[in-house]
């Protein structure tokens, strides 16, 4: 499991970075607008494209760390272990899903690429946008069906909200 919150934590960075790329190109276009009247053209579109990606390069960290919310209203009064058993079992249908994003993303991803897709202003190949996504995808299916297997462990840093 190192491996992979090593990995995980990896994309986070990436993910991070991305951010800061797209808030610092878009802080450059609001200035120059603002002052000389020329923004970046297409930098809404560099946005969502880098928003995309980033929000999928999030996911793993926030699987290894069980960052997802947890709605135990109907679970609080069970004993643990049925709990954990629950646990598990959300764990292994949720890396089905992530299983599912991924095989559907890549898909998307081949298609894009052999039709030569891209963004309407800037030309920007959609293709990169997916192959990006996908490799975070896997990851967090990896996460999940090792969590689903072996359970959650101690997890220092655990993102749970009981609702």
């Known amino acids: 499991m190192r491996i992979l919150e090593n ?19 878009t802080c450059g276009s ?14 809404f579109e560099l946005t969502g494209v880098a928003a995309g990606a980033a929000i999928a390069l999030f996911m793993p960290l926030c699987q290894a760390r069980r960052g997802n919310i947890i709605v135990d209203f109907f679970t609080a009064k069970m004993s643990s ?30 298609n894009s690429f052999s039709y030569g897709s891209e963004t309407q202003i800037m030309g920007f190949p959609e293709w990169i946008t997916y192959a990006a996504m996908v490799p975070a995808f ?3 299916g990896l996460i999940t069906l090792h969590q689903a297997a072996f359970g959650f462990g101690d997890t220092q840093e655990t993102g749970e909200v009981a609702i």
């Open 7 to 25: 990995l995980a934590k990896f994309c986070a960075i990436l993910a991070g970075v991305l951010l800061t790329g797209i808030t610092l190109m």
């Open 81 to 110: 272990e049925a709990n954990s058993r629950m646990d598990r079992f959300g764990a292994l249908l949720l890396a089905l899903i992530f299983a599912l994003l991924a095989w559907r993303t890549t898909l998307g991803g081949l």
């Open 30 to 43: 609001l200035i120059g607008r603002n002052t000389t009247g020329a923004s970046i053209v297409g930098a």
């Open 138 to 140: 896997v990851l967090a």
